[in-house]
Structures are given as C-alpha cells and as structure tokens.
C-alpha cells in the first residue's frame, strides 16, 4: 500500500511520488469519509518521515535531502556522538545530521543509530511548526543520564548548523 500515492512535499511544495503507507493510509481515510458524507482534510504536505531497521541499524529521515538542493542553497550540521553521557555505561552510537536553508528554515534530518526513528519525530514537529534552527537548538529535553544527556544529538547536530549561519552573516 502507499506505491502509488502522489502528494504535496510539505518543504518545497512540489508533487512528489510516496512509497510510504502513511500518506496512502491518510488517503485512503479521506476518500471513506468524504464518500460517506464527512469532511476529512488531508495535512498541507508530506514530510517525508521514513524509518527502517537494516541490520540492527535504525536509519530515518524526515524532509529534504542534500542531493534535493542547490549546491549554495542549504548548509547541513552533522553530529556523532553516542546516545548517553560519556560518563555513563551503555550509550550506543547515534548520527544526526541537519539541513537547512541559507536563513536557518529546517529543510531536512537524518539519523541513524540508537532510537533515530525517535530523534527524526523531533525534527518532523519542528518543521511543521515552522521552527528554524535556533529554535530547535533551544528545545528543552529530558535529562538523565541513565536515558539521555543533557544535549541531544538533534539540539548538537543543530548547534554546528547555528555555527555556520553565524560565520555566513
């Protein structure tokens, strides 16, 4: 389901074709319900937002991605690091990378390691809320060190993006 699905990129506003069950899902709950008599609005766009397990590596992305863009049209902040204080046994490696426009509009994120299907949710919010990057790098998230650091691979991938925004102005 979802092979043959065309919709609204939320981020550029252009027609995309979507493998993806959610948006055929969301589809398919329209056509019911409008058929029937009800109102269902679909969402303005699509994000994009994609997990997947390959080989005990969790993969995700939300949004655009670098080959999308013009070469000069989008910086991109990466962070490696690991899922939980250096100080505290048990974090797993986790990659997060951010895009965004030359303005600081977040365009798109990639993840890949522990919980990256988690830290893309974030990234998915933010976009559709409108939020640039020195918002996000401002969000409040939980601590401790048996869960998670006091800064996030999302809010440091986003901190190496305000970064280069600064050096650019």
Not at 135 to 147: G, I, N, S
Request: with cysteine; proline share 5%.
């Amino acid at each position: 389901m979802g092979d043959c699905t065309e919709f609204v990129n939320f981020v550029n506003n252009k027609p995309v074709l979507v493998g993806l069950g959610s948006i055929a899902v969301r589809q398919a709950i329209a056509a019911g319900i409008n058929a029937a008599g009800g109102v269902y609005k679909l969402p303005k766009g699509l994000l994009l937002t994609f997990t997947s397990d390959i080989f005990d590596l969790e993969i995700s992305g939300v949004g655009l991605t670098s080959s999308f863009l013009e070469k000069d049209s989008f910086l991109a902040g990466k962070y490696s690091g690991y899922s939980l204080p250096e100080y505290f046994p048990g974090g797993k490696p986790i990659t997060v990378k951010v895009i965004t426009d030359i303005t600081g509009k977040i365009l798109g994120a990639q993840a890949v390691g522990d919980k990256a299907a988690q830290r893309i949710d974030t990234f998915a919010c933010a976009i559709l809320a409108g939020f640039n990057v020195e918002t996000l790098r401002k969000l409040e998230t939980a601590y401790a060190p048996p869960v998670a650091p006091i800064l996030d691979a999302e809010m440091l991938a986003c901190d190496i993006v305000s970064l280069k925004l600064s050096h650019k102005r």
